[in-house]
Each structure stands twice: as structure tokens, then as C-alpha cells.
């Protein structure tokens, strides 16, 4: 097994396994990026966002993908984890660990604060999994204020 940082080579392979957690939470209609646009961002200097790649054999079996934000009360820059997915196949072989504790060596290298991320407060395997990597999931509201590319694109602010 190998995590690696995605390179701009690999936006194909991340961009299907995006694809397969969108089918796997049945909402691929969401999903509004393409290769082009993921190339063009992480093209950017810095780039948009960061991904780490789980490569067994030769074949990408899962991702985490986050940003780079900035905590006032901190003084410091956070990760803000976006996405974290194993494909059906290679799931509960501790690849999603390896994930998240390649990302935690990566933050701490980097003197970022912490790691923050979103958890449907249902998902009980999920809440659980990150509880026992030493994260606390507190539950309290996310608050959201979204525009659509045609809005945004556009001019209006519906």
C-alpha cells in the first residue's frame, strides 16, 4: 500500500474515485467538477486543494482530498478535509487510516493546527472510526451558503 500526494498526472484516477463516492451516497447529479477543472486547480500555485492517493498495485483504491484554511483564534493555518473514501473492494483494510495518518504527519510537518471536517451525525461507523483515531466529533450544526455556478456565473446572487 502506498499513499501518496496526487500529482496533476493522476487527476483521471481521482476524479472517477470523486465519481464512485458520488454513486456510493447516490448523489453523482452533484457532482459538478470534471478533469479539466481539477487539473486547472490544482495547476494553480498554490493550488486549490490537496489530495493524497492510496495505491495498491498499480490501482487507486482510495482518496482524501482537503484545503488549506486559517484559524484567527489560532494564529495558524487548519486542514479542512473534504473527502475521505475507499472503494467498496479494499474497504476494512485499514486504508482509510492510513489515509488520515498520513494526513495527520503532513499537518504537523506543516505547523497547521488541526484537522477539521464535516460528519453526518448518523453515520455511527464514520463518527466511530474517527473517534478511534483520537479525533473528537462534536455535533452542532454546519451552516451553508451555497451558490450555483449558473448563479455565480451570472451575476446574481440567488
Do not use: C
Request: proline content about 3%; overall charge positive.
Amino acid at each position: 500500500m502506498e499513499i501518496r500526494p496526487v500529482q496533476k498526472s493522476d487527476v483521471g484516477l481521482l476524479y472517477h474515485l470523486i465519481l464512485d463516492l458520488a454513486k456510493n451516497q447516490q448523489l453523482e447529479t452533484y457532482v459538478e467538477t470534471s478533469p479539466e477543472q481539477l487539473l486547472r486547480s490544482l495547476s494553480k500555485e498554490p493550488p486549490d486543494f490537496g489530495a493524497l492517493l492510496a495505491m495498491e498495485k498499480g490501482r487507486a483504491v482510495g482518496y482524501l482530498t482537503y484545503t488549506i484554511s486559517y484559524s484567527i483564534w489560532a494564529g495558524r493555518p487548519f486542514l479542512h478535509m473534504d473527502d475521505l473514501f475507499v472503494t467498496a473492494k479494499e474497504r476494512g483494510k485499514g486504508i482509510g487510516r492510513q489515509l488520515m495518518l498520513h494526513l495527520r504527519e503532513m499537518a504537523m510537518a506543516r505547523n497547521i493546527s488541526g484537522i477539521k471536517w464535516e460528519v453526518d451525525r448518523h453515520n455511527q461507523a464514520a463518527i466511530s472510526f474517527y473517534q478511534a483515531l483520537g479525533a473528537q466529533v462534536n455535533i452542532k450544526g454546519i451552516g451553508r451558503w451555497e451558490f450555483s455556478s449558473a448563479a455565480h456565473s451570472q451575476g446574481t446572487d440567488r
